[in-house]
């Protein structure tokens, strides 16, 4: 699976999570005060697993550009090889 269809994939099961949340507290028998209070809780608890994740997503890039820098500094490496052997081949003629 790719990063995009992994990142709608969960963005999808996040939303249905909250609607599914936010239904089952509209319907539950409690006063206005308790639902409040549990809507403000819950919100503390969403936005910490977005920060959660937001952290995951940062780390993944991070290793992402790791990669790709160190392919691009491998590929540097055999460029620079490749142009001191044709530059000694060059001077050898």
């Known amino acids: 699976m790719s990063d995009s269809n992994s990142g709608d ?3 999808a099961f996040l ?7 936010a239904i089952g507290i509209l319907y539950a028998p409690r006063s206005g005060k308790e639902t ?4 403000h809780g819950l919100g503390d608890d969403l936005t910490d697993k977005l ?3 937001g952290g995951d997503v940062i780390e993944k890039a991070e ?7 160190d392919k691009i500094m491998s ?11 044709g530059k000694k081949a060059y001077e050898h003629k």
């Open 9 to 11: 994939v969960l963005l």
């Open 51 to 53: 920060k959660d994740m």
């Open 75 to 85: 590929q540097k490496d055999k460029i620079e090889s490749a142009f001191e052997a």
């Open 63 to 69: 290793h992402v550009v790791h990669d790709v820098k």
């Open 15 to 21: 939303l249905g999570g909250i609607v599914g949340a």
């Open 36 to 39: 409040r209070e549990r809507l």
